[in-house]
């Protein structure tokens, strides 16, 4: 039955409410009928910008005031960029549909450089992420990687004010944004591979409400479920958070699904990679069967060196 109100909870930065909007409008084209409002909500993770995600509590500070509204009722549903999304949800709670991916890749952002095989020794670049820094260091060790907190708009700024030569921002939020000029070059996943669900779309529900999934299924893209469902098992199987750096990145064809996965070092002195295939009704298991690979090869020993590390 179609529900007669619906209230998205959503972040108030203009990505996020231009994700929650697009959401809202494919309701509005399935339930004409409905009212489909947006709650705008400011989260913990948007407050704290002077220290990185990984030393303030990880992604979920982004989305644990979404998930109140949603317990308490204020909201039936929350949109996500589904690479915030912690790998565990908190109990109670779950995804219930995920959208079509947009581009799931890196982009490449500076004002003077068109690559990042340009820049000079000593250059600054600007991340938010591990996964990002580890890459980038591996590759071009001369370049001077340093974080990056902020939305789309104060990061682009800090470029613009020469506090960095270049910044490293994913090219769906920039899409979105309509700001495809500022893409000096997208990068490539042997250059920079996303991480899990990066560009697609999650909506999140209260796990009672059963009455909401049927509601919400038409807006399930089930290839970009499937790719998602295996780079998120696979980052689960690792226990894999933003202390850590981890990319996965799943691509389907003709029915077959190929995963491949990366830990490193923040310093990028260790990169560890493994791939492999399977149907697509066996995208948890392939996700769990790469994190295998990568255990196989010293993943885990790896990530607790990290995490040991971060605490001492």
């Known amino acids: 039955m179609t529900p007669k109100k619906l209230v998205i909870a959503s972040r108030e930065s203009a990505l996020a409410m231009w994700q929650a909007e697009h959401i809202q409008g494919r309701l509005k084209q399935l339930y004409p009928e409905c009212d489909v409002s947006i709650l705008g909500m400011t989260t913990r993770g948007d407050q704290i910008l002077d220290k990185t995600l990984s030393k303030i509590g990880g992604k979920g500070l982004f989305i644990k005031e979404l998930e109140q509204a949603l ?13 915030d999304v912690p790998m565990v949800l908190p109990e109670g709670f779950t995804l219930a ?8 890749f890196d982009a490449f952002v500076s004002n003077q450089y068109a690559r990042l095989e340009e820049l000079p020794e000593g250059a600054v670049v600007g991340t938010s992420s591990l996964r990002r820094e580890a890459q980038l260091r591996a590759r071009y060790p001369h370049l001077n990687i340093k974080p990056l907190r902020g939305n789309v708009q104060t990061r682009l700024a800090k470029l613009d004010n020469g506090d960095y030569d270049a910044i490293i921002l994913a090219a769906a939020g920039l899409q979105r944004l309509e700001l495809d000029e500022r893409i000096r ?16 779309l999650g909506i999140e529900i209260a796990a009672h409400r059963y009455d909401l999934l049927e509601v919400l299924n038409p807006l399930n893209h089930a290839v970009t479920n499937a790719c998602v469902t295996a780079e998120r098992a696979l980052a689960r199987a690792l226990d894999g958070s933003c202390q850590v750096p981890l990319a996965a990145y799943c691509t389907e064809e003709n029915g077959l699904l190929t995963l491949r996965g990366l830990v490193g070092h923040p310093d990028g002195s260790v990169i560890l990679q493994a791939e492999a295939q399977a149907p697509v009704a066996y995208a948890d298991s392939l996700g769990r069967a790469v994190a295998k690979k990568l255990a196989d090869d010293g993943a885990v020993e790896l990530i607790q060196a990290i995490l040991s590390e971060q605490t001492a």
Do not use: Y
């Open 71 to 83: 317990q308490d009722g204020r909201a039936d549903l929350a949109v996500h960029s589904i690479k």
């Open 97 to 104: 549909a995920i959208g079509e991916r947009a581009n799931p």
């Open 185 to 200: 070059l997208i990068m490539s996943p042997f250059d920079s591979l996303p991480a899990a669900g990066q560009g697609a």
